[in-house]
């Protein structure tokens, strides 16, 4: 993840100084004591919610964890979305999320308003050839992930 403070006090303001330290951890870390990473999954069953996954890596250690289930409207391009967070370091404290988006008719873009941490998120994703482009900005905060496909390792 590329991760970028454009605006410390920013970020304190909208998250507060606790749920603030680890955002400004992510975009004041340095590359050279190791990338921060994710991995998401998403299982989509008919009728149902479709459930995303993500986990944050740090040298290989899950650093948090999030669910969110998706609840697609009729028309097929907006959509709810709820979900939990749990930073690994603090076991004891959940953090909710909630927010909506859409789908453009290309289905190659989607854009998110999400309430997380304190704080209004704007997520997009755009739909390339070899990966799903990620950006995420709120005050004083922007970062960047490409997710691509896991290869599966021949068993």
């Known amino acids: 993840m590329n991760a970028k403070i454009t605006d410390a006090a920013a970020v304190i303001r909208a998250m507060g100084l606790f749920n603030a330290l680890s955002v400004l951890l992510m975009g004041y870390w340095p590359s050279w004591l190791g990338a921060i990473n994710l991995e998401t999954t998403v299982d989509y069953q008919p009728d149902q919610p479709v459930r995303h996954t993500t986990t944050v890596y740090w040298l290989g250690m899950a650093m ?3 669910e969110e289930l998706v609840h697609i409207a009729n028309d097929g391009a907006h959509f709810a979305v709820r979900g939990k967070s749990r930073i690994h370091m603090m ?8 927010g909506h988006g859409h789908v453009d008719p290309s289905a190659t873009h989607a854009t ?10 704007t ?5 390339q050839d070899d990966c799903v482009l990620l950006r995420q900005s709120s005050p004083g905060f922007e970062a960047v992930q490409d997710l691509r496909a896991k290869t599966q390792s021949p068993v």
């Open 112 to 121: 998110y308003q999400l309430s997380w941490m304190g704080t209004e998120m």
């Open 64 to 66: 948090m964890t999030s």
């Open 123 to 127: 997520q997009t994703t755009e739909r």
């Open 91 to 98: 076991p004891w404290r959940t953090l909710e999320m909630d």
